[in-house]
């Protein structure tokens, strides 16, 4: 009989996601995770292509929010897009794609957007919706042992995320482009299939991490901080940054990203002097 002390973190996690593919009552599931929170606190979550293992505890400190600037954001997109040419014998090119549109595509829309990367690996034609700038976050795509489950967003919460127009243009051209139905995938592997990790990370981000000189810890998950850090620096309200992001409640937007309001303070204090001086004006 398992117990909290005998299950693996590994079959916990394979439990959790066949449950969630079954269908069954939900009430099952939320029961299931109680019973076993010690073994939960120390299992890592479903992999996807985010670049590390994911642990749900602790939370994370400011050290591990590393956002890219946008000029980052441009070369790792540039490179992505136009890996070197491998060379076969004689000096010829190796055969296949020498060229992938849709992987800078997918980078400056993880960095705008602050989807996460089982998202964006999920995200299918019919969930986009060009005519008024929004995705819409219903499911998510995620790998366990060689094996893809689709499970439904964090915190199993749908939601429409803004899209900004230099975006809706973007995804325009590579929609018109796909073949396939409107239940595809909106990002596939080279070869026409869903977005593995394995496939992506290794052969694609990483490597392109490496020569846009960024430094070898960036993580495919920075590109979301770069989202929350471009939305905190255009004077974005908590609220909705928690919104576009798919937080559970403002307090872990606030915990996760409040260092990186340092200003405020200094703003409010100058803010609060001139309404004084405005107002002794009148007396």
């Known amino acids: ?63 591990d929010i590393r956002p890219l600037t946008i000029e980052q954001v441009k070369a790792l997109a540039k490179e992505i897009e136009n890996p070197p040419v491998k060379l076969a014998g004689h ?21 705008f957007t602050g989807l996460r990367a089982a998202e964006i690996a999920g995200l299918k034609v019919n969930a986009v919706d060009l005519d008024n700038g929004v995705l819409r976050i219903t499911e998510t795509l995620s790998e366990v042992e060689g094996h893809l489950h689709t499970v439904p967003p964090k915190t199993y919460q749908a939601r429409a995320v803004p899209v900004a127009d230099f975006l809706v243009g973007e995804l325009r051209t590579h929609l018109a482009a796909l073949n396939g139905s409107p239940d595809g995938y909106v990002f596939r592997s080279p070869g026409g299939g869903p977005l593995r990790w394995h496939g992506f990370y290794g052969r694609h981000f990483k490597p392109a991490v490496l020569r846009a000189g960024l430094p070898e810890t960036t993580r495919f998950h920075d590109l979301r901080h770069t989202a929350a850090a471009l939305l905190i620096a255009a004077n974005a309200h908590p609220r909705a940054i928690m919104e576009r992001l798919g937080h559970s409640s403002i307090t872990v937007t606030l915990g996760t990203y409040g260092h990186l309001l340092p200003s405020l303070d200094s703003a409010l204090t100058a803010r609060l002097d001139e309404a004084w001086q405005a107002r002794s004006k009148h007396v």
């Open 1 to 63: 009989r398992a117990t909290s002390r005998t299950v693996r973190p590994v079959s916990m996690t394979r439990c959790a996601a066949s449950i969630l593919n079954s269908r069954v009552n939900f009430l099952l599931v939320a029961s299931m995770v109680t019973s076993f929170q010690p073994a939960r606190e120390s299992a890592c979550r479903v992999s996807t292509f985010s670049g590390e293992p994911q642990i749900s505890t602790p939370r994370l400190v400011a050290g």
């Open 91 to 111: 000096g010829a090119a190796a055969a296949g794609r020498h060229h992938f549109p849709e992987y800078g595509l997918l980078v400056r829309l993880a960095a």
